[in-house]
């Protein structure tokens, strides 16, 4: 299988690397130099999959975000503290009934094509991510509330939603519902998807498959965000963004100067960064919003249907003594089904402690008594737990981290068996429900996430087969408090009824939170003013530029 | 006539039944293994599009269909010559392939001819009939015949990218970008041939005509030169065609760990979300590229070694 050999090639690369990377590096000190300089090409290598498609409007996924966050805008952004702040919007209200939003945009904003933006391009956008034709999948999701937008004049735009949806920001801020040139949109789905119009910093200006992308930098730029570090265009020329697909040709590449940015950057190369700080590499590590990585219990089906087996798992292994040896700690424990960049997030550290003996008692209540080989036992079954694990969605170290679980779990007498799939096979697997265990990880901005993978409704599959609701919790109480927060417009009131959303999750042991979503960057450490946006931790170049001499 | 024509007409009839057994068993693993070719329409895996957008595509499609009438529908769109239309890349698949087949061709050429020139010299520096050399000859081509392309390569960029920064190791279609992505392919490639050759290499030196040459004074690496390449030439000749197959191969993972772009990472990423037509246009064009190859290496085996009789080989 050419997964698992590239993935050995980068373990024995990152091996290699790791006695290499003392004689290499060497770059300028930071903070030589604090003036911004214009110009320069920044060299920008991505691990994700190349996308498909430029316009994240269609299907919808992560690789698309990265890159169309440097040429396309959404109508609101969000602050490192978690909270809505104006982009393309200036303002916005809400009716008492929830049901209709009055946005105010930014006057003077122009589309990459020419192409004026106002209300009007806003109604094009929201019916374009609506339209079944243009096949949009998380866009099409986070919008499902809406019914039409309505001009109200040239810089007022009118949402009517179906329900009320305390989600709606939160939906409107990320990139696969950002604005497009209506013109652009017009030439049809598949000339857009080649080169999309937005009103972002740089704009596609070429596209080599397999290879590259080349962004240049958008002269007539005028809507940075509100907690943007300067007014007007950016400071680079362009952005030459290429796919490094091998985690260790990647690294390689930035550390031999031949690239100036990473992203999918290794837990041991991020700790070496931060370690050795004169190496001439900077960490930024932006962990992604919505979900926490965690393992989620099939409670459908199986042994996890037993609350008590589900702790047993939960006792049975060492989640901290794995994350720490495997990750050079670069991954705080999370204990939180949710993001720690999500302030509604409740945490509950005692909730998993170590403790075979525990585990061990627990499942001697259950019924599961141990067999000759040391696996469990009742009535005739043996404690077998299937576990699909994607190899494109868990890394390396993730995949160490599940075999150290199968261990330790062995010594409680869980037979747990990992099978290490594609992304199709892995879905495949998931929708013919053949997991006990599984780590699915889900990108969205703010809590009301927690309704897509808890609620009743997300155990019913979509027509693909894909349900998000994989540990298959069904709790009417649950269920309320959700709907509840979702139509909840005040956020305090909102925020206590997440949390008491996410502590009966937890309460009944429905899942085995590890850490947040890893995304790490290494760069250079002549490139300056890089950050993620606080939104789908994608990174933004606007205020980017590069040192000169160094 | 050097030219075994009647093989070389063979070679063209299996050419074609291998290129439709291969169009099969493409269409047929791939819809077997796990995974909803719908999706790749959509998106990619885990698509969560609406129930009106998968409906249009399953009948726009004819995944609706039953899976035979799909078989026979691509066969005769194949037939006729029509790679159709990437589920993914909304592309003609005759275009994609046109686009990266330079690259893979460039690449797999570069690492055949460089492969031959190692295993020559190797063999003309080490096959002697007396002293040690010749088993530590064969020796060191067993050990560079084993090494997994993926750890070479990871080798070449550790020493001479990031350690001595003397060549890139993102690889482009310049003579520095090339050399490791051609070296990490060659190499074992080299052990091969030299080890295919070595043994009639040395069956020449030892017999008659090579025996009255030097009794004619003719110096040894002379010798070595004129007759015996010529003679041990023919089994790794037989054996390029396979070898072109395996290059082709190994490009799916240079190419990836190289981020070159090219047909075997374009092959790698539409097997990964299944995106049939994709994979069945580069699957064809790289087993016809095989064929022509084999037929090629038929030819010039035939116009280097004219004894009758080793055109069976």
């Given at each position: 299988m050419r997964v698992r050999s590239t993935a050995l090639a980068a373990a024995a690369l990152g091996t290699a690397l790791l006695l290499a990377g003392c004689t290499s590096g060497g770059g300028s000190p930071s903070g030589a130099s604090s003036t911004p300089v214009a110009g320069g090409t920044l060299r920008y290598a991505s691990g994700d999959a190349e996308p498909t498609c430029l316009d994240p409007h269609v299907g919808g996924n992560y690789p698309q975000a990265l890159v169309a966050s440097q040429y396309l805008e959404p109508l609101v952004g969000r602050d490192a503290s978690g909270a809505i702040i104006p982009w393309l919007a200036t303002s916005w209200t809400t009716s008492p009934d929830g049901l209709s939003w009055d946005f105010t945009l930014k006057d003077g904003v122009t589309f990459h094509d020419g192409t004026p933006f106002d209300a009007a391009a806003v109604r094009a956008n929201v019916l374009q991510i609506l339209d079944p034709a243009t096949k949009s999948s998380t866009g099409y999701l986070a919008l499902a509330?809406?019914?039409?937008?309505?001009?109200?004049?040239?810089?007022?735009?009118?949402?009517?939603?179906?329900?009320?949806?305390?989600?709606?920001?939160?939906?409107?801020?990320?990139?696969?519902?950002?604005?497009?040139?209506?013109?652009?949109?017009?030439?049809?789905?598949?000339?857009?998807?080649?080169?999309?119009?937005?009103?972002?910093?740089?704009?596609?200006?070429e596209w080599v498959h397999q290879d590259h992308i080349t962004l240049t930098r958008y002269d007539?730029?005028?809507?940075?965000?509100?907690?943007?570090?300067?007014?007007?265009?950016?400071?680079?020329?362009?952005?030459?963004?290429?796919?490094?697909?091998?985690?260790?040709?990647?690294?390689?590449?930035?550390?031999?100067?031949?690239?100036?940015?990473?992203?999918?950057?290794?837990?041991?190369?991020?700790?070496?960064?931060?370690?050795?700080?004169?190496?001439?590499?900077?960490?930024?590590?932006?962990?992604?919003?919505?979900?926490?990585?965690?393992?989620?219990?099939?409670?459908?089906?199986?042994?996890?249907?037993?609350?008590?087996?589900?702790?047993?798992?939960?006792?049975?292994?060492?989640?901290?003594?794995?994350?720490?040896?495997?990750?050079?700690?670069?991954?705080?424990?999370?204990?939180?089904?949710?993001?720690?960049?999500?302030?509604?997030?409740?945490?509950?550290?005692?909730?998993?402690?170590?403790d075979p003996a525990a585990a061990a008692k627990l499942l001697d209540e259950a019924g599961w008594t141990p067999g000759p080989d040391g696996i469990r036992v009742k009535d005739g079954q043996r404690l077998v737990l299937r576990f699909p694990v994607s190899t494109n969605q868990s890394i390396p170290a993730e995949q160490s981290l599940f075999q150290q679980f199968q261990a330790s779990a062995k010594q409680a007498g869980f037979d747990v068996q990992i099978s290490l799939l594609d992304l199709s096979s892995w879905y495949a697997a998931l929708a013919a429900h053949e997991y006990d265990l599984v780590s699915a990880p889900y990108t969205k901005v703010g809590p009301d996430v927690l309704r897509i993978l808890y609620d009743t409704e997300g155990i019913t599959p979509a027509p693909s087969g894909y349900f998000a609701n994989l540990a298959q919790v069904s709790i009417p109480e649950l269920d309320q408090l959700l709907s509840q927060a979702s139509a909840t417009l005040d956020p305090a009131q909102r925020a206590q009824l997440y949390q008491q959303a996410q502590k009966i999750i937890l309460d009944q042991a429905r899942i085995l939170p590890l850490y947040d979503q890893q995304n790490n960057f290494l760069y250079r450490s002549d490139v300056h003013g890089v950050r993620a946006l606080a939104t789908v931790s994608t990174p933004t170049f606007l205020d980017a530029w590069v040192s000169k001499g160094s | 006539m050097g030219v075994p024509w009647r093989a070389v007409l063979w070679r063209a009839v299996g050419g074609l039944i291998v290129l439709w057994a291969a169009a099969t068993a493409t269409f047929f693993a791939i819809r077997a293994v796990p995974g909803d070719p719908a999706q790749a329409v959509l998106g990619g895996p885990g698509s969560q599009a609406g129930p009106e957008a998968l409906a249009q595509v399953r009948a726009e499609y004819g995944f609706d269909q039953p899976l035979w009438m799909q078989y026979l529908r691509t066969l005769g769109r194949l037939a006729s010559g029509e790679l159709g239309t990437s589920y993914s890349l909304h592309r003609p698949v005759a275009a994609v392939i046109g686009e990266q087949l330079g690259g893979t061709l460039l690449l797999a050429v570069l690492a055949l001819l460089v492969a031959w020139v190692l295993a020559l010299a190797w063999l003309l520096a080490t096959t002697r009939t007396r002293g040690p050399w010749n088993t530590l000859g064969s020796g060191v081509e067993l050990v560079a015949a084993a090494l997994p392309e993926f750890w070479l390569a990871a080798v070449l960029i550790v020493v001479f990218s990031s350690t001595l920064h003397w060549l890139p190791g993102l690889s482009d279609n310049t003579a520095g970008g090339l050399a490791l992505p051609v070296l990490a392919l060659a190499i074992p490639l080299a052990g091969f041939l030299a080890q295919t050759m070595r043994g009639s290499m040395m069956d020449s030196l030892t017999a008659p005509y090579s025996l009255s040459a030097r009794a004619r004074g003719e110096r040894s690496t002379g010798l070595r030169l004129r007759h015996s390449i010529r003679h041990a030439a023919a089994p790794g000749i037989a054996l390029s065609g396979w070898a072109f197959g395996y290059l082709i191969g190994g490009s799916v993972v240079i190419e990836t760990i190289f981020a070159r772009p090219g047909l075997g990472r374009t092959l790698y990423n539409a097997v990964t979300i299944r995106d049939v037509p994709l994979v069945t246009g580069i699957v064809l064009v790289s087993a016809a590229a095989y064929v022509l190859v084999t037929v090629l290496a038929e030819i010039v085996g035939g116009l280097v070694d004219p004894r009758p009789g080793r055109a069976a080989a």
């Open positions: 509330k809406v019914a039409d937008v309505e001009v109200v004049d040239r810089l007022h735009a009118r949402f009517h939603l179906s329900a009320p949806d305390a989600a709606l920001l939160e939906s409107l801020s990320q990139p696969w519902t950002a604005m497009e040139s209506p013109a652009g949109m017009a030439r049809g789905v598949d000339a857009n998807c080649l080169q999309p119009y937005g009103t972002g910093p740089f704009e596609v200006s007539g730029y005028a809507s940075p965000p509100a907690d943007a570090a300067h007014q007007g265009p950016a400071y680079l020329d362009s952005i030459l963004w290429r796919f490094i697909p091998d985690a260790a040709t990647r690294y390689a590449a930035l550390q031999s100067g031949e690239v100036d940015i990473i992203d999918n950057a290794q837990p041991d190369t991020v700790a070496q960064a931060q370690q050795n700080p004169s190496a001439g590499i900077v960490a930024l590590q932006a962990p992604r919003p919505g979900a926490s990585n965690r393992i989620e219990f099939n409670g459908g089906q199986g042994p996890f249907t037993d609350q008590r087996v589900r702790e047993a798992f939960i006792r049975a292994v060492d989640v901290d003594a794995g994350v720490k040896s495997l990750f050079f700690g670069t991954a705080p424990r999370s204990y939180s089904p949710l993001s720690s960049v999500e302030p509604d997030a409740y945490s509950a550290p005692d909730d998993f402690p170590y | -």
